[in-house]
């Protein structure tokens, strides 16, 4: 009886169907039927576009915050077409975030747009509303960090960035606190959360009237063109490579090929170059980062010539040649790393804007190297860079800290029988330096914050420890506590932020600063002047030290290098040459009966991975050391260095720029210093990138090495 009910149900329903329509005919009037009320997919895809839209437009904002805060006009004059090719690429890179960012969302549309469900469901609208909201916010959060820290370092977050997980926390706030509106930015932040709550709720409130009346094949074929476009702006482009940091280059103006990139993707390639640099290093992955197939390939481009086979990594040992007087009487030697010391402050000594003090009477006794760039652009790393030849930066704080280094600075002066010395003011625990350098690293000494308040009562401390005046007076005391020669390296704190060294300045009530350091500042003017009078301090300091020094006996046997760790870009808005930006100062006190052989050419570009083997030449008769770098010094010139090299960046000398990690190749013009991008880069060029990579790539596996087995590469010293 049921199998007959239905039966003639369906013949009623079969009688009220036009004659000779089909099953097929039936589904396809149903696809192409339109919908004349609100479907749930027009209620999604209109807010969609609104967040993607409105995030768009909020990157576009940053982006053009950061012209208007740093951007040098009479620079960017006559480059309006760059500043629009950069923005224009810079909608390509803000697309490409976006599009990772909400593509998770276009999932629900692909199931509306096959169930013609009328009306979105609210939760889901909610879903929109709140992944809006929380992608918006961060854009902001990230945005207003990677300004502030352009204004610091000249740069977007890059992985220095990093470095804020092994200092202190006390410390760090304090910083925070006395550099930055942290209370502005507070209420700014506060403000912009209730603005983005109330916006995405507006964002999502409404459908596209123009949605409304749509057919399956209607819906899928927008949704088909959809996801393919998201896909091709998550990819960025067509060619063989992702849209990348290589693709920012777009003008000779360094500062113009900043503005494409924006906050979030500089900070995720900033973490992924921070997690390669805390990884075990290894030969293969040091080749593999500098762009070689073989070590010989890299050794031999570093050394430039060719290189044993067998093992290329020891063609990188060198010896130094005989001299009977370094035999009979050999230096004293220190080696000063002064916290902030750039080159472009050295030019303040004018009238009553005189930052360097004392110093400035002792620069007559010293050799200037002016064309001179630090090893690393954070202090800890510049360290290892130098002690080391580490291209690393996090060496000291990584699981490798306790490895031994065979072939550090203090090992090749402790084997020549020196005393091995490593004092500053700073905080022994700081990054873990204490353990990091009494593993095996060559030092008998290993004084900080602590040993100089018990050897000067009256020291003064700051927020990073004890100032200058006590680290000189304790070098001092060491040098005239026996004859037996001594490597002492010294690092300074006194000119860090907060630059509480200021209040210990008498020299504050006279500084003036002029009209054309004012014009250029892009911080506040009481934190710049801080700035000036601690950097005062410590080069006063030094300069008395080297005073002190000079007119006593023992500057006759006394050999001293200073350098900064690296530059200070928070203060000035100085441009973007490179010189400007990054060079610091090397500067050479040496006494004239170890100068014999020296030729000194001041203009060489150079940095300070050439620091200590210009100090083993001086120091050292027949001694073996690792070649991370030249001899300044050398009579020869072509034993001299090639150029100098800025971190894992770029390398530059008198007549070209070479930055591989954007592909950015310059001529320097020699007579005004300045940059003028090649797009098809020269063979000189593209060599000068091929050495600077390849410095990296062989100190990279040379310490690789060292960490894997010390006793094998200590063998190679017999």
Not at 110 to 119: D, K, L, P
Not at 218 to 229: I, P, Q, S
Not at 248 to 277: C, G, R
Request: net charge neutral.
């Amino acid at each position: 009886s049921d199998l007959a009910a239905l039966l003639s149900f369906s013949e009623a329903i079969c009688l009220t169907l036009p004659k000779n329509l089909t099953l097929t005919d039936m589904a396809l009037r149903s696809i192409s039927q339109p919908q004349t009320s609100c479907s749930a997919f027009a209620a999604l895809l209109k807010p969609f576009f609104n967040i993607f839209l409105v995030s768009l437009l909020i990157l576009t904002v940053f982006r053009l915050s950061l012209l208007l805060a740093f951007g040098q006009w009479e620079s960017l004059s006559g480059h309006a077409w760059d500043l629009l090719r950069a923005f224009c690429l810079g909608i390509r890179f803000d697309a490409k975030l976006l599009s990772i960012l909400y593509f998770p969302l276009i999932i629900p549309l692909w199931v509306f747009a096959f169930w013609g469900r009328n009306g979105a469901p609210s939760w889901l609208k909610g879903l929109y509303r709140w992944w809006g909201f929380v992608v918006m916010l961060l854009l902001l959060v990230v945005g207003i960090v990677d300004i502030f820290y352009f204004q610091f370092f000249k740069s977007h977050i890059d992985i220095l960035a990093f470095n804020i997980l092994y200092d202190s926390n006390g410390e760090v706030l304090h910083s925070l606190w006395s550099d930055f509106p942290v209370v502005w930015v507070a209420v700014g932040l506060v403000a912009s959360i209730v603005g983005l709550v109330l916006l995405t709720r507006l964002l999502v409130r409404r459908s596209c009237p123009l949605c409304r009346r749509t057919t399956v094949l209607t819906r899928a074929l927008v949704m088909l063109v959809l996801t393919v476009l998201l896909g091709f702006l998550a990819r960025g482009t067509l060619l063989d490579r992702p849209l990348g940091p290589s693709h920012t280059v777009v003008s000779q103006e360094p500062f113009i090929n900043q503005l494409p990139m924006n906050a979030p993707l500089s900070l995720q390639y900033a973490y992924k170059h921070y997690t390669a640099s805390i990884a075990t290093p290894t030969v293969e992955n040091q080749l593999r980062n500098g762009g070689f197939s073989t070590l010989e390939e890299a050794v031999a481009t570093y050394l430039r010539h060719p290189t044993d086979s067998e093992n290329p990594l020891c063609a990188l040992i060198d010896t130094t040649g005989y001299n009977p007087l370094l035999d009979s009487l050999p230096p004293h030697v220190v080696v000063l790393q002064m916290e902030s010391l750039g080159e472009y402050y050295m030019g303040f000594n004018r009238g009553n804007f005189n930052l360097l003090g004392a110093l400035a009477d002792e620069l007559t006794h010293l050799i200037h190297f002016p064309n001179f760039f630090s090893c690393m652009n954070n202090t800890p790393a510049t360290l290892e860079g130098m002690l080391f030849g580490s291209p690393f930066h996090h060496l000291g704080v990584s699981t490798q800290y306790a490895k031994p280094l065979p072939y550090s600075a203090p090992w090749t002066y402790k084997r020549k029988n020196y005393e091995t010395w490593y004092i500053t003011g700073q905080r022994l625990g700081w990054r873990n330096l204490d353990l990091y350098l009494a593993a095996g690293k060559g030092f008998d000494h290993i004084e900080g914050d602590n040993a100089l308040r018990e050897f000067d009562p009256q020291a003064h401390v700051g927020e990073w420890g004890v100032h200058d005046a006590s680290l000189f007076k304790r070098i001092w005391s060491v040098l005239q506590a026996s004859p037996t020669p001594k490597f002492i390296y010294g690092m300074s704190i006194s000119h860090h932020t907060p630059y509480d060294a200021a209040a210990l300045e008498p020299y504050a009530d006279s500084l003036q600063i002029p009209d054309s350091v004012t014009r250029i500042y892009k911080t506040d003017p009481s934190l710049a002047r801080r700035s000036f009078l601690a950097f005062r301090y410590a080069a006063n300091q030094l300069g008395l030290f080297l005073r002190e020094l000079r007119q006593s006996p023992l500057g006759q046997r006394t050999i001293v290098a200073i350098t900064g760790d690296h530059t200070l870009r928070q203060i000035l808005n100085v441009g973007d040459d490179p010189l400007a930006n990054y060079a610091v100062p090397l500067l050479l006190y040496i006494p004239e009966q170890y100068m014999q052989k020296c030729k000194v050419d001041t203009t060489t570009f150079s940095s300070q991975n050439d620091i200590f083997p210009t100090l083993y030449h001086l120091s050292l008769s027949q001694a073996k050391y690792l070649h991370v770098g030249c001899n300044l010094l050398d009579s020869i010139p072509g034993h001299r260095p090639p150029a100098a090299v800025y971190t894992n960046t770029f390398a530059m000398n008198r007549h070209a720029f070479a930055q591989w990690t954007t592909d950015y190749y310059a001529t320097r013009d020699t007579l005004t210093g300045g940059l003028h991008h090649d797009t098809d880069p020269t063979p000189a060029e593209l060599a000068l990138g091929a050495w600077g990579r390849s410095y990296m790539a062989v100190m990279g596996c040379f310490i690789a090495r060292e960490l894997e087995n010390a006793n094998e590469v200590e063998g190679w010293l017999k």
